[in-house]
């Protein structure tokens, strides 16, 4: 039992694996008997468990027994063929050994081959010379007739004699490639004596380029000579892929093999076209640049006309013949072009050229949409004639052109008419009495027509142009303000304009009429994608619009009130205050000049009417504050209430009459301050100027402090409630508001001074 138990220890410690595999076993067959076992019916059955799990363990020893049998047999077998494959190489080894000693012992014999090496070569190189010995002799000849065939333009015939010695020469060639006599003495000689060979070559292919430069006239005079230059390139091609191929299995190219000639075909027609270009279209410079471009759309269709009609049929189809050509002319046009865009264009021969390209090339029937060119010229696969951005470039260069057209012409329109201005007549009207001069309708004409002209180009085209004349009319609009302003100081001289009214009138109608011309171009722009730039443009002329009609206006009104400085000063004298001269001699003065202002168009006049109304009503209150009296009593100041309502209301009337519905909302700010003058309790002040300052956001506390001193009654304690509470009430203006109060400047008040005043020394 030791003994087992040692050996069993190491064998378990030999083959950890085989020990936890008997353990599970052990393990599982102790689950499974206490699993049977557990009920003491089972143990009747005991006998039978035990005898099928001995059948089952004898199974499994026998297919053991068989599987370690089978086993040890393929072992046995392998050990035996190892033996064998042994045994053969022991005996190569030996027989290499055998032949290495006998190899070092003949070493001597094979030395002696060597000359029979040479004689071999010798004797291939004399067979075939004798074998084209016939032909080696007839070499000068045959050169001599090739040549003259050459000369004769024979070509056809002239290449199969010039094929016939190249082939002799290439047979001689290869034999001593055979032999191993490659570039030897023999190959030079051989070379030498065929030089004339490669002479006639290079004759004929220059013969073949002739004619190939000149095939658009041979195939209208004498089509077989471009024929058989096209047969003897087809020749050579199928000469030069058997060589190739072949090649790669004797290692052997004859000279000057490939020749690549119809590679060299479509070189020399690109050549050709080139030059023939060149030499058509020398002078284009100056007026005739339109006549040129004419010029080159007819040679330029007719080329691809005979090209289409005559020399398709002399080339193979997979030359496409056609449209090679039109690809060689679509980029000698290109380059043509871009020479022609280089020069200094004018603005005429700027547009020519971008109309030639946008309209007559790609798709003019005159050009390459000709129905004799559909479809076999693939023209979308042309691409364009110019890069986009060499056509932005000349667009741009366009465009600048035009505005300095456009600059110059309105500057001298400008001047023509401010001379107008100082003229001894009258300016024009229309038919419904409104004053205007031709200015408008000229600078829109010519606005109008460079627009209508960049359409026909494109929409970018078209969206600078509108852009460009939107500024350059902002910068004209600015220059009219300018000149309007120089013309108004000409009032402040003794020498006015005579007509210095009307033309007045006739500015502010043009600068209406140029609203006109400003819509015009802005409906342009709208037609397609509107750009920032343009949009920037038609808000920037819309304010210069504006400024000069209202700086037009302005002049206008500023006339009237200089006429009414008289009758302003009569504010708060005894005169004003006893009758009605002042207001009726005002409105008489103020109707006078609507009555020229009537001949402004709609909506500037409702504006005129708006704008003369608010001017003559802060005038109005400037001089009433200036002016500086105090009224001693209720009596005077229920006077100076009855005289400013009085006055208010006849300047209400007078332009209700004239057409304005404002009317009442402007001379209440007359009423207003009337009504705070007549108001007879004090302490009621701060209600009636917080209403005052919510109708009138712009009214100052030294605003309020001159009515103050009007009033002449206002205690220092209610004059502080008063502007306490006018900068608690305080508000910004409406967007919309028109501004009444803060364009009348108050004069500071006079602070005492301590000291007497003394003259200086």
């Known amino acids: 039992m030791s003994t087992e138990a040692a050996n069993s220890d190491k064998r378990d410690s030999a083959w950890p694996e085989l020990e936890k595999a008997e353990k599970l076993a052990r393990g599982a067959a102790l689950k499974w008997a206490s699993g049977i076992f557990y009920r003491p019916d089972q143990l009747e059955r005991l006998g039978q468990y035990r005898k099928r799990e001995t059948q089952r363990t004898s199974s499994v020893q026998s297919r053991l027994k068989s599987a370690v049998q089978s086993y040890l047999e393929g072992v046995g077998t392998g050990l035996g063929q190892l033996r064998t494959s042994l045994d053969d190489i022991r005996a190569v080894g030996r027989t290499m050994v055998e032949v290495q000693e006998e190899c070092q012992n003949k070493v001597s014999g094979f030395e002696s081959l060597g000359q029979l090496s040479s004689l071999v070569s010798d004797h291939v190189q004399l067979s075939t010379a004798v074998h084209h010995l016939h032909q080696v002799f007839s070499v000068p000849e045959v050169v001599a007739e090739t040549r003259q065939l050459i000369e004769e333009r024979r070509l056809l015939e002239a290449h199969t004699k010039l094929m016939e010695m190249e082939c002799w020469r290439d047979d001689i060639l290869y034999q001593l490639h055979r032999a191993g006599k490659q570039s030897t003495e023999g190959e030079q000689v051989v070379l030498s004596y065929f030089s004339g060979v490669g002479q006639l070559n290079e004759d004929l292919v220059k013969e073949l380029w002739d004619v190939v430069s000149c095939g658009l006239t041979l195939v209208k005079q004498d089509p077989a000579l471009f024929v058989s230059a096209i047969r003897v390139i087809e020749r050579e091609e199928k000469i030069d892929q058997v060589t190739l191929d072949s090649q790669s299995q004797h290692k052997f190219l004859p000279p000057g093999r490939p020749k690549n000639l119809r590679h060299m075909f479509f070189k020399v027609i690109e050549q050709s076209t080139a030059a023939q270009f060149r030499a058509r279209h020398t002078d284009t410079k100056g007026p005739g640049l339109a006549n040129h471009l004419a010029a080159l759309q007819n040679n330029v269709l007719n080329d691809l006309k005979v090209v289409k009609h005559l020399m398709v049929q002399c080339c193979p189809p997979h030359y496409n013949i056609l449209q090679t050509y039109a690809v060689l002319h679509h980029t000698c046009l290109s380059g043509h072009l871009q020479d022609i865009i280089s020069w200094d264009l004018e603005k005429g021969e700027i547009y020519t050229v971008l109309n030639w390209i946008r309209h007559v090339y790609h798709s003019s029937p005159e050009m390459m949409d000709h129905p004799d060119l559909f479809p076999d010229v693939d023209v979308a696969s042309l691409g364009p004639l110019i890069s986009q951005d060499a056509l932005e470039q000349l667009q741009n260069k366009y465009v600048n052109a035009v505005r300095l057209a456009l600059s110059d012409w309105m500057q001298k329109a400008l001047e023509a008419e401010v001379s107008d201005w100082y003229s001894e007549g009258e300016p024009e009207s229309d038919h419904e009495g409104y004053y205007h001069s031709s200015l408008p309708a000229i600078v829109t004409q010519m606005l109008e027509e460079n627009v209508q002209v960049a359409i026909t180009i494109g929409d970018r085209l078209r969206d600078q142009v509108v852009v460009m004349a939107l500024q350059e009319l902002e910068t004209f609009l600015y220059r009219l303000r300018e000149a309007v302003i120089c013309f108004g100081k000409e009032r402040s001289k003794d020498s006015q304009p005579k007509y210095y009214l009307l033309y007045l009138l006739t500015a502010v109608n043009n600068c209406i009429a140029f609203r006109k011309s400003v819509q015009w171009l802005q409906q342009q722009s709208d037609g397609g994608s509107r750009s920032d730039s343009c949009t920037k443009a038609s808000h920037s002329i819309d304010t210069a619009v504006d400024r000069a009609t209202k700086k037009g206006c302005r002049l206008l009104i500023d006339k009237m009130l200089l006429e009414l400085q008289p009758h302003f000063l009569q504010l708060l004298t005894g005169s004003w205050l006893s009758g009605c001269e002042f207001i009726d001699s005002t409105c008489t003065v103020i109707d006078t000049y609507y009555s020229y202002f009537s001949h402004i168009r709609e909506p500037i006049f409702q504006f005129m009417l708006v704008e003369g109304l608010r001017l003559v009503v802060i005038e109005y209150i400037r001089r009433l504050m200036l002016k500086k009296i105090i009224c001693k009593n209720v009596g005077e100041r229920e006077k100076v209430w009855h005289r400013l309502s009085h006055d208010a209301a006849q300047l209400r009337e007078l332009f209700s009459n004239l057409g304005l519905e404002e009317a009442e909302r402007l001379t209440n700010a007359i009423s207003s301050v009337s009504e705070l003058i ?82 200086c020394g």
Not at 705 to 734: F, H
């Open 678 to 759: 007549k108001l007879k309790d004090s302490s009621l002040l701060s209600l009636e100027v917080s209403g005052l300052v919510a109708n009138y956001p712009d009214i100052s506390d030294e605003h309020v402090s001159v009515l103050l001193d009007i009033r002449g009654d206002v205690s220092k304690e209610v004059r502080g409630t008063v502007l306490e509470m006018l900068e608690q009430s305080s508000q910004m203006p409406p967007e919309d508001y028109q501004p009444i109060f803060s364009d009348i400047l108050v004069p500071a008040p006079v602070l005492p001074f301590c000291l007497h005043t003394v003259k």
